[in-house]
């Protein structure tokens, strides 16, 4: 699996993004999918992940219920919606495949080149 981080951006306080994660492989489904984040002078944390077929998820609190995480097996893509962005939100925002539905970063590899999201107040 290589993954593809993409959708970033600009926006403002109270906006939306949607990031893009393409798997370039052919084993997609076969591999959880899990988004991280890493702002300056702080370690990479755990954001969503989704399961291999979608039916499960799991989030960090700060972006429960602002934040949606989904995939599309048939596009070997997966997706996070984000909504209602604040500042703090702004990092550089990877996503990585995992064999286990996991939030430990250590578990997860095929890390993508990451994508900047920024929120200006």
């Known amino acids: 699996v290589q993954l593809q981080a993409s959708g970033g951006g600009l926006v403002q306080a109270g906006g939306s993004l949607r990031l893009s994660c393409t798997d370039s492989?052919?084993?997609?489904?076969?591999?959880?999918v899990g988004w991280f984040r890493q702002a300056p002078g702080k370690e990479r944390e755990f954001v969503a992940v989704v399961s291999w077929s979608g039916g499960n998820t799991d989030y960090v609190d700060s972006v429960e219920g602002r934040f949606t995480i989904s995939r599309d097996n048939a596009r070997s893509t997966a997706y996070l919606q984000m909504n209602s962005l604040k500042v703090e939100d702004t990092a550089v925002y990877y996503c990585?495949?995992?064999?286990?539905?996991?939030?430990?970063?250590?578990?997860?590899?095929?890390w993508g080149q990451g994508t900047q999201v920024t929120v200006s107040s």
């Open positions: 492989g052919r084993t997609f489904s076969d591999y959880v």
């Open positions: 990585a495949a995992s064999s286990q539905f996991t939030r430990s970063r250590k578990l997860y590899s095929s």
